[in-house]
């Protein structure tokens, strides 16, 4: 592909784009017809005519324009996969997700849609949506929670909470799978109308997050404010030989983590070689298997491993961190037995097991991705090459 027709590619997929719009809530005016970007944790300042740092927020004529009525991408998923491990097990996670990301991760696995207007490689042909197809698609799937996910949710937030609003007079638990580079702004915006929120923590080094487009604080700070807000957390650290595997920077990201709250599930996963990260090996079992002895001794009482199943012993598995009882016990994402009480508690010794548990375990409608209805019988807006 030549660089004339990426530009074109880019610049049609722009205009589609700029029409999916509607004014945004997280901003305030400044002087000079400036506008100031609340949505992450890079509040961008930004002038008449620009787009923020997330390519999918701009300025028009002193009014800050974001993102509306479509979607990048949709697909239902076993919760697991999110993942989130204390949450509603079995649950099927009907996900979506919009263009953009404020972080440009060169390992990053939703590329396709998270850096569809800075990649000219990575083009999804967003479809048109509104809540009450998003939410009612839902519902003929049997989920039980809808998620905002696949680019960075944070930039979409009022999309997020239009779709939410909607989830929530229908009954559906909600939830973001987000890098965490929030802002108090957008944090007490989304309180009202998400449940879960996963944070992939990717580092506990400056240098590191700067190679990733961002800053640490802002994530260390939106993490310690879930947890304090009564968002349901669990972490994420996918763990790259050479990037972030270290003992001492996994001690101190776990550490970290401990220190808000060592009832937070962490998850370490396995990198495997995608987009522009190829250098590196695919992260090995024993590699996890050291991350979560980091993690236990650093306090933190539910550790797991993922992306490797049945290479990682019974670090997929929930146990009582009391009595050591198997509570859940899993094979990827498929649960194989599960005994935590009505009550969310150990049936053995009857200690609390943090989390998020519906009253009783009704079987798992699935334990793998499929595409729903909306996806299969919509046409994409249309991206002229």
Not at 50 to 55: F, N, S, T, Y
Not at 143 to 160: D, F, G
Not at 181 to 197: A, H, I, K, M, S
């Amino acid at each position: 592909m030549g660089a004339t027709t990426e530009q074109s590619i880019m610049a049609t997929l722009r205009e589609i784009l700029e029409t999916k719009v509607r004014e945004g809530e997280l901003y305030e005016k400044m002087d000079n017809g400036f506008v100031r970007c609340f949505s992450c944790g890079h509040c961008c300042p930004i002038p008449d005519g620009h787009l923020g740092v997330c390519k999918v927020r701009f300025n028009r004529g002193g009014k800050l324009y974001v993102p509306w009525g479509y979607v990048g991408g949709v697909q239902c998923d076993p919760i697991e996969k999110k993942p989130f491990f204390h949450a509603y097990p079995g649950a099927l996670a009907y996900s979506f997700g919009m263009l953009g990301c404020d972080l440009h991760c060169s390992y990053c696995q939703n590329w396709v849609t998270s850096q569809a207007l800075r990649d000219p490689n990575a083009v999804s042909p967003p479809l048109g949506a509104s809540p009450k197809d998003l939410v009612g698609d839902a519902l003929q799937q049997s989920a039980q929670v809808l998620v905002s996910t696949y680019n960075e949710p944070l930039i979409t937030s009022e999309w997020a909470v239009a779709v939410f609003k909607e989830a929530k007079a229908a009954g559906l638990v909600t939830g973001y799978i987000s890098n965490g580079n929030g802002t108090p702004q957008v944090l007490e915006y989304l309180r009202p109308w998400v449940d879960l929120f996963k944070v992939d923590l990717k580092s506990f080094d400056e240098q590191h997050y700067h190679r990733l487009g961002g800053r640490m604080e802002p994530i260390l700070r939106t993490i310690r404010s879930l947890h304090q807000m009564g968002f349901w957390v669990e972490i994420v650290t996918l763990v790259i030989p050479g990037f972030n595997d270290s003992d001492d920077e996994l001690a101190r990201l776990a550490e970290f983590i401990a220190g808000v709250s060592p009832d937070i599930p962490w998850h370490v996963t396995a990198f495997h070689k995608d987009y522009k990260m190829t250098d590196p090996e695919d992260t090995k079992p024993s590699t996890l298997a050291r991350a979560a002895e980091i993690g236990k001794r650093a306090g933190l009482r539910f550790v797991y491993a993922g992306n490797i199943p049945g290479h990682v012993g019974d670090l997929e598995n929930t146990q009582c961190p009391n009595c050591h009882e198997m509570l859940i016990e899993r094979f990827g994402y498929h649960i194989l037995r599960y005994q935590v009480t009505s009550k969310g508690t150990c049936p053995s010794c009857g200690v609390s097991i943090p989390g998020r548990w519906a009253p009783e375990f009704q079987g798992q409608v699935t334990d793998r991705p499929y595409l729903p209805t909306l996806r299969r019988r919509s046409n994409p807006l249309r991206v002229l090459s």
